[in-house]
């Protein structure tokens, strides 16, 4: 866990009174040998193509991002600014690791990589985001995703 | 609260038939909400994967965080124990660009502008060579060059009433996207020669050392007393926590 005597007292209490939601949290899926499955990535970093409406403030949408997309046709449109972006700004990676994630299909790590990686925007009330990721869940069937590598910022 | 969002988008996904495993950042969030596959880092906020430009260190995470996969039952929240390479940060580190005095007085908005335009060309060839070197920029997501992006903070806080410069953004997000382009143009210039200072000395000097943080500090209490509901919410993500009143 980040250190929170790393962080701003007024932040670190902030984190540790956050209301966290109640979700149903018992289901397990039965994962087939890790270099037979086809990997995506979900995070909730705010990130975008160019082309895309940026993320602001209440929405729990998100947006796709094509496996080959250029780094430098990603845009990171978070509303808080209470987390480094200066790594992101050096390297899509240490947030987005799209590169690592292709370099472990290579090796034979996992099985394969998925055509579309998908963002949604983690500062806003997470319950609202059921509906769209039912419809996340659809677009990566139908990509015959097996796995999902999720993180946020 | 990115770690309370794939927290929850965890069990959604999981629900559909995924295999989930998360990066959790807050190990607090995801012990409340539950996951079936977490592996907790001791990385800063924004760094989920632990180091820039460290493909080695990113993989050992990603893989750690896969493996999770694999366990035969669940649910599982490990902890990765190593901190990230710190990159070496110069420990005295200053910014290479030298910048005209600090201007104080965020009442006069013209002295204001001037010391503000002044700084962005200082800045500019930092600025220019950084995104050569990376081949990229994150200036731009308000769809508005620096030049207009800085300019709009300081139209708003003369006057609430401007338009937004994008018919397909309500002011309160052109506002706020503009200050993010402000605000990443700094923290580009100053990487010019490579990432030698961590994000702490970026922010701190950013804050602390320059006409740039003025003009956030005039914007903000702009957007705090505006009159707009949706821009006084937006004010809230213009500045990290206690470096602004």
Redesign the interface.
Known sequence: ???MD??????AQ???D?V??E???G?????K??GE?R?AI????GLHL?TD??F??GDADYRVIPSDTD??D??????????????????I???F?I???R??ADEG??GSVAKNHIS?M???D??G??RN??E??AI??EDN????????? | ?????????????????????????????TE?????RGL??????????????D?EF??Q???Q???L??SP???VLADFDDDPPDGKPARDWTCAVELPPVFEDTDDLAGLRAAMNAEIDALRPAYEKAKAR???T?V??SAMNIEMASELLLAFVEDEGIRSPNP???L??AL??AS?DF??YY??AV?AEG?IAS?MQ??DWFWNETSGAKVMAAFKKACDEASDE?IV??AW??????RLP
């Open positions: 866990m980040v250190r790393a962080l701003a007292p007024a932040m902030r984190m540790t956050l966290m939601p979700v149903e949290s289901a397990w899926s039965e994962a040998p890790l499955m990997v979900v995070s909730s970093a160019k409406r940026p602001f403030r780094g430098a990603l845009f990171m449109s978070h509303v808080s600014s209470n987390y480094d972006r200066s790594g992101f700004q050096e390297d990676n240490v947030s690791p590169d690592r994630l370099e472990l790590f996992i949604f983690g500062a806003t997470p319950t985001m059921e990721a039912k996340v869940a990566l069937k995703v097996d796995a999902v590598a999720l993180s946020g910022v | 609260m990115c770690t309370r969002a794939v927290s929850v988008l965890a069990n959604y996904l999981e629900r559909e038939g995924f295999v989930t495993a998360i990066i959790s950042l807050i190990k607090l969030h409340k909400i539950g996951v079936p907790a880092v001791p990385f800063e906020l924004g760094r989920p994967y632990g180091a820039p430009t493909a990113q993989k995470v990603l893989k965080q896969l493996k996969m694999e039952s669940g649910p990376r081949g990229r994150t731009g997501v397909e953004f309500p309160a997000m706020k996207l993010e605000k990443a923290s580009e990487a990432c994000s970026i922010a949706k919410d937006m993500g213009v500045a990290p926590g206690g």
